[in-house]
């Protein structure tokens, strides 16, 4: 049985399941430090808008990207207060 979305993406099981849990965890936390300005502040920082983080696989270049963008918003949201 194929997974829901997994025909045609060529991605296995594993990868298919992994798409987007990390990035996820990331627009997570930018909201509990900022509320929906801070989710959108990464989006912006990370070029990644915060719906896609769901589909775009969790690779360590897209993971460092957003791992630079969260530190970011912490220094601005620390030079704001």
Request: with cysteine.
């Amino acid at each position: 049985m194929v997974a829901p979305g997994k025909a045609g993406t060529g991605l296995s099981g594993e990868e298919w399941m992994c798409m987007g849990e990390k990035m996820i965890k990331f627009f997570e936390e930018a909201e509990r430090l900022g509320g929906f300005q801070g989710k959108a502040r990464l989006a912006m920082l990370s070029l990644t808008p915060s719906h896609q983080a769901r589909i775009i696989p969790d690779t360590p270049e897209n993971l460092r990207k957003l791992q630079g963008a969260i530190e970011q918003l912490k220094t601005e949201l620390q030079q704001q207060k």
